[in-house]
C-alpha cells in the first residue's frame, strides 16, 4: 500500500533492507523480493512497498434500522455460497484458551485456540429490529450443512480493527465532505478503543493514516482528496484486509464509500471476495452512491462484497442519507454476537467451507441471523505485519 509520505515509506522499510543486506550491499539492478503471497501488496509493482508495522487504539459501533429511503442488503443465511506510523504491533498470541483478556492500555483482546473459528453475527427480527438478548443456547451454528457444537460465546461492545476505504475518483470530488462527515461520525459513534487507518484510493491507494483513535489525524487523512483517475475498489478492499491483520483485535471490520464500477483494480471481483473470505476475515459495511441510472454490476459488486462477508450493502437514494446510514452501521457492530466453533472437519481438507447459523427464541418470531457465508481454512497469514 502506498504512503504519501516517503520519509515514514523510507523508516517503515529501511529495517527490512538493515536485515536482509547489511543496509549498504544491495546490488543496484536487484528487483527481487520474497516469494509472493496471498497478500495483495506484495503482487504489487516494487514500488507498493509493504507499509511499516503498526501499533493502534480504537474501535466502530453497530447499527438501528436502516435510515428511511435507503436500500439496505441484508445478507441471507446461506449454505451454499462459493496508532502511528512506524510502531509495532505485537503479534496476536496464539493457541490460547478463548476468553476475553484485557490487555494493555486497557485494550480487550479476543484469545482463541487457532482451531476454533470465529464468527462476529448480528440478529434482527422481521422487523429488521435488531435483537440483541440472546444467549448461547439459541443460536445453531452449520459448517457445510452439519450442525457445530458451539465453543465460545460473548454479546458485549468490543473494540474493533477499521478501515475506513473511500473513493478518490474524480466523481466523487463534490461528494467528499458528506461522505468524509459521515466517516468521521462513524469513530465518534462507536467504541472509544477502536483501532481505525483511513485509505483513500482511485487507480491506485493510500494508506493516508496509520491505526489510530484521533479524530483531528483521521479527518486530516480524510480531506487528502485528490479526486482524479479510476476506480480500484477492488485492489483497496484487499490491500486494507491484509493490513487489518497487523492488529492484534479479533473483530475487523472495512467501511467503504464509492459511487461507480471498479475499472482499475488488478483483482477481479471474484477473486476479491475470495481473498476477504479468508478465516478471520473483515466484514464489510458498503455504501453505493450509485445515483437511479447506475450500473447493474456495480451493484452487484458491492452487495456481492458485503453479504458474503456479512456485512450490508446501503445504496442510498441521496448523498444526504449517508451521515445516517455511518451511525446504523456503528450501532449494528456494537450490537453483535461472537460465536467460536472448532469445525468437525480437519483443516487438512481444504477447500470452501459454507457457513449458515440460526436463531430461535420464544417471543421473538422469525430471526435472521447475518454472519459471513463461509471461509476458506488456513488462508490468514498470522498477524503483526503485511506480508
Known amino acids: 500500500m502506498l504512503l504519501r509520505n516517503s520519509r515514514v515509506f523510507f523508516l517503515a522499510i529501511a529495517p527490512v533492507f538493515i536485515s536482509l543486506s547489511g543496509f549498504s550491499q544491495i546490488p543496484a539492478s536487484s528487483g527481487a523480493s520474497s516469494p509472493p503471497t496471498s497478500s495483495t501488496t506484495t503482487q504489487r509493482p516494487s514500488e507498493n512497498q509493504p507499509v511499516g508495522q503498526a501499533q493502534a487504539t480504537g474501535q466502530p459501533q453497530a447499527s438501528q434500522p436502516a435510515p428511511q429511503g435507503s436500500e439496505p442488503t441484508q445478507a441471507q443465511p446461506s449454505g451454499n455460497q462459493a ?94 465532505e458528506e461522505v468524509n462527515k459521515a466517516a468521521l461520525n462513524l469513530v465518534r459513534s462507536s467504541n472509544p478503543d477502536d483501532q481505525v487507518f483511513v485509505v483513500n484510493f482511485n487507480d491506485e491507494f493510500y494508506l493516508d493514516q496509520d491505526y489510530t483513535s484521533n479524530i483531528k489525524k483521521l479527518g486530516d487523512a480524510l480531506e487528502k482528496v485528490e479526486s482524479r483517475g479510476g476506480t480500484a475498489l477492488y485492489d483497496a478492499l484487499v490491500a486494507s484486509s491484509d493490513y487489518l491483520k497487523q492488529s492484534k ?126 471461509y476458506y481454512p488456513g488462508q490468514e497469514p498470522p498477524p503483526g505485519g503485511m506480508n
Open 249 to 374: 483485535l479479533q473483530k475487523r471490520v472495512l467501511f467503504v464509500v464509492t459511487d461507480g464500477e471498479d475499472n482499475a483494480s488488478r483483482d477481479t471481483l471474484e477473486e476479491a471476495v475470495k481473498r476477504l473470505s479468508g478465516e478471520n476475515g473483515p466484514t464489510v459495511y458498503a455504501i453505493g452512491l450509485l445515483g437511479e441510472e447506475k450500473q447493474r454490476r456495480a451493484r452487484r459488486a458491492i452487495q456481492t462484497l458485503a453479504e458474503r462477508t456479512g456485512g450490508i450493502a446501503f445504496l442510498p437514494r441521496t448523498l444526504g442519507e449517508v451521515d445516517d446510514i455511518s451511525r446504523t452501521v456503528a450501532h449494528d457492530i456494537r450490537n453483535q454476537y461472537t460465536i467460536g466453533y472448532k469445525p468437525t472437519s480437519p483443516r487438512s481438507a481444504g477447500g470452501y467451507r459454507t457457513i449458515h447459523v440460526t436463531a430461535m427464541a420464544k417471543g421473538d418470531g422469525k430471526l435472521t441471523v447475518r454472519t459471513r457465508s463461509g
Open 83 to 176: 496508532g502511528q506510523s512506524g510502531q509495532t504491533a505485537p503479534p496476536a498470541s496464539q493457541g490460547q484458551a478463548p476468553e476475553n483478556d484485557q490487555g494493555d492500555n486497557g485494550v480487550f483482546v479476543f484469545k482463541k485456540e487457532v482451531e476454533e473459528v470465529t464468527l462476529h453475527a448480528t440478529v434482527v427480527d422481521e422487523k429488521m429490529r435488531l435483537i440483541t438478548n440472546l444467549d448461547k443456547t439459541a443460536f445453531t451454528v452449520y459448517e457445510n450443512n452439519q450442525p457445530q457444537a458451539i465453543t465460545s460465546f460473548r454479546h458485549e461492545d468490543v473494540p474493533v480493527a477499521m478501515g475506513i476505504v473511500i473513493d478518490n475518483s474524480g466523481s466523487m470530488r463534490e461528494k467528499r
